[in-house]
């Protein structure tokens, strides 16, 4: 049964760093995850793409606001995606999302490429 299990989000002054993290589940040696990726969502805007890496030789990809501010990981050993966020802006606030897929995905921060999601968890960026 394939699960995404985030946690690690909470409240930070602008400035401050989180990381988020999100337990996987449901892989086996034969059916692996291909593409990762974290979006968020914010009230009344769509979900966006934040970060995704290409588990195949660690690709990373970023939305421009994000860039230089934010990076994505991947510890394969223990089946967890990371998303380290620093210098975060009071913009930075949202439900941030999980997601993960086995096949080839061509567009890796649209939230379409994605089948199995996680609940999410908060992220509150105060000024």
């Known amino acids: 049964q394939v699960q995404l299990v985030e946690s690690g989000g909470g409240s930070v002054q602008a400035g401050g760093s989180l990381r988020l993290s999100c337990a996987t589940s449901?892989?086996?040696?034969?059916?692996?995850?291909?593409?990762m990726g974290w979006f968020r969502q914010s009230p009344g805007k769509e979900r966006e793409g934040v970060a995704a890496?290409?588990?195949?030789?660690?690709?990373?990809y970023y939305t421009d606001s994000v860039k230089g501010r934010f990076t994505i990981s991947r510890d394969a050993s223990k089946n967890m995606l990371y998303l380290e966020m620093n210098s975060l802006k009071p913009e930075d606030s949202a439900h941030y999302y999980c997601?993960?897929?086995?096949?080839?995905?061509?567009?890796?921060?649209?939230?379409?490429?994605?089948?199995?999601w996680g609940q999410g968890t908060p992220v509150t960026v105060s000024s």
């Open positions: 890496i290409r588990l195949a030789g660690y690709a990373t």
């Open positions: 449901g892989h086996t040696s034969s059916r692996k995850w291909a593409y």
């Open positions: 997601a993960a897929h086995f096949g080839a995905v061509y567009f890796p921060l649209r939230q379409a490429a994605y089948d199995y």
